[in-house]
């Protein structure tokens, strides 16, 4: 695939992914939530979330979205129930000074990944940039391994760049927060735009 075909993919992209969605709204409450942790993981599953969709869409999966609509619901209600318990757990965590914060129960590498590949799936963005938007600004009929491959590689790193800032804006608005009984109400702000975010996935 030519450099220019591949610059315009990373540009619409990067401006797909800054928007604010469903992925932004979960990384930034879990950041602001839990800091850090964890982050590289989460973000990964989102990553490779964006691959797989481009790889429904190169076999020619928006037509079949079309004739199995109702199995596309599924998978975005099953997104949408990931995010209200999401949701649930940062609206009744324990607030806890971020200074001495330490990582939640059963926040593991694998589990993680799995949260973020699931958010993937369920994110009707997402679906929609890859299965809708994406066929009219390339000709996926003819795209190749190598090209396939060299789209991917854009996919992972301007998603990972673009997370990666808002973790780290996250994080750094977390630590102006000093107090056992602000922590609780960031908790809860949190909490409910995770569920506001499932909603969306589950309406759109």
């Known amino acids: 695939m030519d450099f220019g075909t591949l610059a315009f993919f990373a540009g619409i992209l990067t401006l797909a992914a800054i928007s604010p969605g469903p992925a932004v709204v979960a990384i930034v409450a ?47 209600l099953a997104g949408a129930a990931y995010l209200l318990y999401m949701a649930f757990r940062l609206w009744t965590a324990p607030a806890t000074v ?5 990582p939640a129960a059963g926040s593991g590498t694998g589990r993680l990944f799995g949260a973020g590949l699931a ?24 795209l190749s391994l190598l090209g396939f491959l060299e789209m991917s590689g854009v ?21 102006f927060v000093a107090s056992t009984r602000a922590m609780r109400w960031l908790n809860r702000i949190c909490g409910g735009a995770m569920a506001g975010a499932a909603v969306a996935v589950a309406t759109k």
């Open 30 to 76: 879990r950041t602001l939530a839990r800091g850090r942790a964890g982050s590289a993981a989460f973000i990964a599953g989102l990553a490779v979330g964006d691959v797989l969709w481009l790889a429904a869409a190169a076999l020619g999966m928006a037509a079949l979205a079309a004739t199995l609509g109702s199995l596309f619901v599924l998978v975005r």
């Open 155 to 175: 996919i992972l790193v301007v998603l990972a760049g673009v997370f990666a800032a808002y973790v780290v804006l996250a994080d750094r608005a977390r630590r």
């Open 119 to 142: 958010i993937s799936f369920g994110n009707p963005k997402t679906m929609a940039f890859y299965l809708a938007l994406l066929p009219t600004l390339v000709d996926l009929n003819r």
């Open 98 to 102: 971020p200074e001495f914060a330490a």
